[in-house]
Every structure is written in structure tokens, then in C-alpha cells.
């Protein structure tokens, strides 16, 4: 049987490590095919297998640059007492520090949603990891409080929002197959969590050894130690599919923010996209946040007890997450998934109202931990269904910036009632009525899905 010129050319991309896209059902599902067409397809066989281990390789390798400076931006415990050993500053001048990279960080996180529409993801990515490391770099070579200013506040600052997690799942998503999705927005969304409790543990231990300036060179090491795997990325992007040329000829098409801004801020998705992202930034950083102080004060736990407990949550978050990215790209219906994880989390949240002995409360707090990482990859997810490739950055920063003043929400202002009143009742009972509320407008957009592609089904039957 002759062979047509349409299978050699899906077999010869094949080849090349590309995606399992049209050509592959083309070749599977060629109809009247005989068994000449059966045996040339065990090569498509190997190259998705082939694909797949690609596509994991991309995403260990996009974990492990963002991870790093995740892991940094997120231990500013660890980094004040850094600080203040390489600097001699006091906590009172560091938390200043601290708070104005925050802001820094958080001002460019929508002016990145400009920046994917105008240059590459990858660019960017690029662009944002080599100033994260060379302010941590700058911060080794001039501990003083202008260094500081410079390399940690505007340098570090604007890098971690620019090679942030919007950006990075941009850049990622097109160089993957369609069953990796889920994974990678879980393993990238962790990332942080994942590096915390490998390497800082580790620097902790290393920090009694040398002075406390030594700190930032070795993770500065370690940042260029990682940059081969920029080059890996950047091989993949030649073998990727049609998203990355519909991206760049969107980057090349003179799109406007304002045309983008006015499309999304006239639709109601968005608005329920940014109010489940706050609600995840509400509860997914609040253990991180509080959980060391909460503990002592309702448990008596030493510092070290409640770290275990809060790297026990670590993992549970990171691993749930994983294994839920796995199945989530099946889901019939992500918004009616997302809706019932936040009830349930609502429901588990209740148990902070009373008076739990600590196992009871721990147990219930991991299961928390559980139901908080199926969550993670969801809602980019439900982003990207949205938007298509095209747009996914730019929209998502926006909604990645909502979980962001979500995490800020619940450890500042929660922090500011307690210092106040002593107590913690107030903050819990508010994330309780963002949750519940969060959870209702899901459920209730995610039953109308199920029924209107129900209705769409028996329409096409009929």
C-alpha cells in the first residue's frame, strides 16, 4: 500500500520530538486503514512516550528555576535574619525592606500583563530570573542599606514578579502535551513550597557554619548553576506546537491592552476567575502565614514543633496538588471541580471556631492542606480555558495578582486584628464568608455549564 504524503510528514515531526497533535489523529483514526497503516504506527507509539518524558523534563526544569527564587521570596524569615547578620540592620529597618519588595513586586505584576502582549513569555521569564539573581548576587557584594535598596527591593523585586508564576506557566503550557497541563500548574503554583523544604532547611544548617552574607552567594551560585536549563526550554520552544506561533504572531499583531482590558472587564468569568483567586491566596497562604504563632498560642508549641507540622502541610499541598493535576485535565467540568473543593474547605474551615485538642485540629488542618492543593492547578486552568493560549498571560497576571492580595489580606490585615484585640475569631470568621461565598457563585456557575452542555449535546444529536 502506498503511504501518503500527509503520514510521512506527521511521522517526520514525530520524529522531532514535536506534539501529539492533528497528525497523530489523522494516523490513529485514518479510516479504511489495513495493516500496513497499523504497523507504521508503533513509531507515533514511541514518540508519545517520548513527548511525555519531554514534557516533564520541561516542567523539573521550569520547577527548579522558578523554585528558587519562589523559595526566597516566600522565606523572608530566613532573609531578615540573613539581613541583619550581613548588615547589622535592625528588624524594625529590615521589615521596611521586606514590605517595600512586596510592593514592588506586587506594582509590576499587572504591568507585566502589558509586557506579555508587546515581548515573548520567554523573554520575559528570561528578563526576570537574571535580575532575581543578580540581586541576590548584589545583596552579597554590598550588605549596606543602599545595596539593599538597589539589588533586594527594586531588583529582586521587579525580577519575581517578571519571572512569576504567570509568566512562567505561559511560557511552559505550549511546550507541554495536553495531559500535563494539571501538573504543571500544580508543580509550578508549589514550587516554592517544594524548594523551602530541600533547600532552606539545608542553608539553615549551613548558616551556622559561615556569616550569614555567605548566604546570598551560594544562592546566587545556585541561580547560575540553573541557567542550562533556560537553554532546555529555549530547544523545546523549536519542537512546540501551534500555540507558541499563535503567541508570537499575537506579540507581533498590534493588539492593544485597552482592546484586551475592555474585553475581560466586561465579563463576568473574570470576575469570578479574580474572586476565586483571592480566596485561594485568602486560605492557601494563611498556614504559612500564622500557623507558627497560632500554634504556640493555642497549642504551646515550641518553634520547632510547629515547623514540622507546617513542612507535614508543605507536603501534603505539593503532593495533592501533583496527583490532582493529573486527572484534572478530564474533568468534565473544572468550575463545578473548583466549587466543591471550596465547600468542602468552607466545611473543614468551620473547626476553627471551636476549641480542637491538637491532633483533631491537625488532622483537619492537613486534610485542608489536601483539599487546598487538588485547588491549586484549577484556576489557571479554568484561565486558560477561557482565554486560549493566546491571551492566558496576559489575563492571568490579573488574576494572579487577586491571589497575591489574598496572601497579603490574610497575614497583614489578620496579623493588624490580632496585635489590636488578641484574638483571631474576627479574621477566620471573614475568610469563612469569602470561602462559603467564593464556593457558591462556583457551584452555581459550574451546574449551568454542566446543563448547558447537556443541552448542546442533545442539539447536535437532534
Known amino acids: 500500500m502506498k503511504i501518503s504524503a500527509e503520514y510521512i510528514k506527521g511521522w517526520k515531526m514525530h520524529v522531532k520530538g514535536s506534539f501529539i497533535g492533528e497528525e497523530d489523529q489523522h494516523i490513529c483514526n485514518n479510516p479504511g486503514g489495513t495493516m500496513t497503516d497499523c504497523i507504521q504506527q508503533n513509531p507515533v507509539t514511541s514518540c508519545r512516550k517520548k513527548t511525555s518524558v519531554h514534557s516533564l523534563l520541561v516542567i523539573a526544569a521550569a520547577v527548579l528555576l522558578l ?48 509586557l ?5 513569555d520567554f523573554k520575559l521569564f528570561v528578563t526576570g530570573y537574571v535580575f532575581c539573581i543578580a540581586g541576590i548576587l548584589g545583596m552579597f557584594f554590598f550588605p549596606n542599606i543602599a545595596g539593599l535598596v538597589i539589588f533586594y527591593v527594586l531588583f529582586f523585586g521587579f525580577g519575581s514578579a517578571v519571572c512569576g508564576y504567570a509568566v512562567a506557566l505561559s511560557v511552559v503550557l505550549p511546550l507541554i502535551s495536553e495531559k500535563h497541563a494539571g501538573i504543571a500548574a500544580a508543580a509550578l503554583i508549589s514550587c516554592g513550597n517544594i524548594s523551602s523544604l530541600i533547600l532552606f532547611p539545608a542553608l539553615q544548617g549551613v548558616e551556622t557554619q559561615l556569616p550569614a552574607g555567605q548566604i546570598f552567594l551560594i544562592l546566587g551560585v545556585i541561580g547560575l548553576c540553573l541557567l542550562p536549563l533556560i537553554y532546555y526550554i529555549f530547544r523545546r520552544r523549536k519542537h512546540a506546537s501551534a500555540a507558541v506561533a499563535m503567541q508570537q504572531k499575537n506579540k507581533a499583531a498590534p493588539v492593544s491592552f485597552r482592546s484586551v482590558a475592555k474585553e475581560i472587564f466586561t465579563s463576568r468569568r473574570f470576575y469570578l476567575l479574580c474572586l476565586l483567586s483571592f480566596t485561594f491566596g485568602l486560605f492557601a ?24 507540622y507546617l513542612s507535614l502541610f508543605s507536603l501534603i499541598f505539593v503532593v495533592s496538588g501533583i496527583v490532582a493535576g493529573i486527572f484534572i485535565p478530564k474533568v468534565k467540568s473544572k468550575m463545578l471541580y ?5 465547600a468542602l474547605v468552607a466545611l473543614l474551615h468551620i473547626g476553627y471556631f471551636f476549641d480542637e485538642p491538637l491532633a483533631l485540629g491537625m488532622i483537619n488542618l492537613f486534610i485542608i492542606a489536601a483539599f487546598i492543593g487538588c485547588i491549586s492547578p ?8 477561557w482565554t486560549g493560549p493566546v491571551k492566558f498571560a496576559t489575563v492571568y497576571c490579573l488574576v494572579y495578582m487577586m491571589l497575591r492580595l489574598g496572601g497579603i489580606a490574610t497575614i497583614f490585615l489578620g496579623g493588624i ?31 449551568r455549564e454542566i446543563y448547558r452542555k447537556k443541552a448542546e449535546a442533545n442539539d447536535r444529536k437532534a
Not at 506579555?116 to 515573548?120: A, E, M
Not at 484574638?423 to 451546574?447: H, K, N, Q, R, S
Open 67 to 114: 523554585g528558587l527564587v519562589t523559595a526566597v521570596y516566600l522565606n523572608a524569615g530566613y532573609l531578615a535574619n540573613w539581613i541583619r547578620g550581613a548588615a547589622g540592620l535592625e528588624f524594625s529597618t529590615i521589615t521596611i525592606l521586606q514590605t517595600l519588595m512586596l510592593l514592588v513586586n506586587l506594582v509590576t505584576i499587572p504591568l507585566c500583563s502589558w
Open 116 to 120: 506579555t502582549l508587546k515581548f515573548s
Open 285 to 308: 497562604t494563611a498556614p504559612s502565614g500564622n500557623m507558627l504563632h497560632t500554634s504556640e498560642v493555642y497549642y504551646g508549641l515550641d518553634a520547632a514543633g510547629a515547623s514540622i
Open 338 to 342: 473548583t466549587g466543591i473543593l471550596f
Open 378 to 385: 484549577s484556576i489557571s486552568l479554568l484561565t486558560r480555558d
Open 417 to 447: 486584628w490580632y496585635a489590636e484585640y488578641q484574638d483571631f475569631m474576627f479574621p477566620f470568621a471573614a475568610e469563612e464568608i469569602v470561602i462559603a461565598t467564593a464556593a457558591v457563585f462556583a457551584l452555581i456557575v459550574g451546574i
